[in-house]
């Protein structure tokens, strides 16, 4: 049997704070809690975090390929590219992410000259932040097939269209993809996080059944693999244990100008969703014919619009005798599409707090792309929760990480879009577990629930989210990360 003693701990929305406390787990399973009012200890604890939507294997991979997060303009990105180009540690293509041009000092991205001087005859792929934009040399240029979508070949940005796929097209060698889970699996852990719902390619979902990470994990897998995965459920060619749902896109995203917004951009720019209702009506379909649950990429109204007139459609074709549940991600645009015909009982939504923190503040990327006016607007937490809907939070992996983000809903600069701590955490823990099918996360703290539990450095009821760090993790009632003395043993 295992214990550890807490300051205080919070054990689900709505109940009050236990004080001091020692809490009690063996096989897994948390055996009993009981006051410590001896104690002096500052740590505070909560259900384990859940990461309701990321890219498990991608957040792996990233540890791996260069990250241009640091760059501060286009002459940094283009310094970073060189000094990399004889590395080869992502492979035979330099593989790149995470840069953010909305933060650059200049906001220019580099030519197709200036990539092709940086990096000569290496391949490159580097993929902005919201994954929805990349960059790419005249080298790689020259190995992607004829007609890919979304590629300006006089450029070398790529919006949407092959940028999904490329991992796909261009898979990661195996022991990189070995390495990709495990730096994902402590990446997790690391964060708090014992459970994910993580949106993966049919390969890299091999990946997962071949390298079993120990964090639980549900997955989506990306509609464009609906064919291959068919034959693989046919063939039971996989292991799909983990398997849960199909991911579709309706738009892409505010920082690439592509999401589905409500009128237009700043800069005049009108961009329409990426399907059409009877496409979006087809991808239900799909969905109910392999028994998935569908989940919508939707970051603007327009592209949420139609997964309300969709749905309404397909429920008024099936009844209730296929599926019951539609995930919507993002739906950062929501105010515009509300009330519609949203329903408790069908939509769940997924939103990313640590979007708001990064860039909903005044001058930030929402205004720079909508105006002061409409960026406030975006991610109307409180508009749900208001409507009796529970959303599920998530990291999306910009960053990964809970605590990066979830200071994005109780301080969203609006306050009639602001949540209490208590209905925060809950969107990350007990909530976030629920939307993804964890059953057992989703009880309070308490006797005979699973021991996965979070303990963080102080008590974020009385201290601000930027100075609480996580101190350790537990999962089935074993510690994986933090110090070892932290536990009690038995």
């Known amino acids: 049997m295992s214990s550890i003693i807490c300051g205080a701990a919070w054990t689900g929305p709505n109940d009050r704070l236990l004080p001091a406390s020692l809490i009690e787990f063996s096989e897994g399973r948390i055996t009993g809690i009981s006051p410590a009012p001896d104690s002096e200890s ?6 384990s975090f859940v990461d309701a939507h990321c890219h498990f294997t991608w957040s792996g991979l990233q540890s791996l390929y260069l990250d241009l997060e640091s760059a501060g303009s286009s002459g940094d990105f283009l310094e970073m590219l060189a000094s990399e180009v004889k590395n080869e540690k992502t492979g035979g293509i330099l593989r790149g992410c995470n ?32 994954c929805h934009k990349a960059l790419v040399n005249t080298a790689m240029l020259k190995m992607l097939p004829p007609g890919c979508e979304g590629v300006d070949w006089s450029s070398g940005i790529i919006r949407e269209g092959i940028i999904v796929g490329f991992e796909n097209l261009y898979q990661p060698e195996p022991h990189i993809l070995k390495d990709a889970v495990l730096l994902a699996t ?15 390619h049919l390969f890299s979902l091999e990946a997962l059944a071949g390298n079993n990470p120990p964090v639980r994990i549900s997955v989506s897998v990306f509609g464009e693999d609906a064919a291959l995965l068919e ?24 920082g690439a100008e592509t999401a ?28 109910d014919r392999l028994g998935l649950i569908p989940s919508f990429h939707a970051i603007g109204a327009r592209a949420l619009m139609q997964i309300d007139r969709a749905g309404t459609l397909y429920f008024e074709k099936t009844g209730l005798n296929g599926i019951s549940k539609i995930r919507v991600e993002h739906a950062e645009e929501l105010l515009p599409a509300w009330p519609g015909n949203w329903d408790t009982s069908v939509h769940s939504f997924v939103m990313q707090p640590n979007f708001v923190k990064r860039w909903q503040h005044q001058g930030g990327m929402y205004e720079k792309k909508l ?27 910009m960053p990964f990480g809970p605590l990066r983000g979830i200071q994005g809903a109780t301080d969203h600069p609006s306050d009639e879009f602001r949540l209490d701590i ?27 629930r699973k021991a996965d539990m979070t303990v963080l450095s ?33």
């Open 42 to 47: 500052d740590l505070f604890i909560i259900p």
């Open 99 to 130: 840069f953010d041009e909305s933060l650059w000092s200049d906001s220019r991205l580099p030519s197709l000259a200036e990539l092709d001087a940086a990096t000569g005859e290496r391949p490159v792929f580097i993929r902005r932040v919201c």
């Open 186 to 200: 402590e990446l997790c852990y690391s964060s708090g996080v014992t459970a994910v719902y993580s949106f993966e």
């Open 231 to 254: 034959r693989a459920l046919k063939d039971d060619t996989i292991d799909l244990s983990r398997l849960r749902g199909l991911k579709f896109f309706l738009d892409g995203s505010l």
């Open 260 to 287: 589905a917004v409500s009128g237009t951009y700043l800069d005049g720019t009108v961009m329409n969703p990426l399907m059409n209702d009877e496409q979006v009506l087809n991808c239900l379909l799909i969905s």
């Open 371 to 397: 105006g002061r006016e409409r960026a406030m607007k975006l991610n109307p937490f409180g508009l749900l929760e208001r409507s009796g809907f529970s959303p599920g939070f998530s990291s999306d992996g």
């Open 422 to 448: 208590d209905t925060a955490l809950n969107a990350y823990t007990l909530g976030a577990a629920a939307i993804c099918g964890f059953d057992d996360l989703s009880l309070r703290l308490g006797e005979g």
């Open 458 to 490: 102080g008590n974020p009821f009385r201290t601000s989210w930027d100075k609480i760090e996580i101190v350790a993790t537990i999962h089935n009632g074993e510690l994986v990360y933090g110090p070892s003395d932290i536990l009690e043993e038995k």
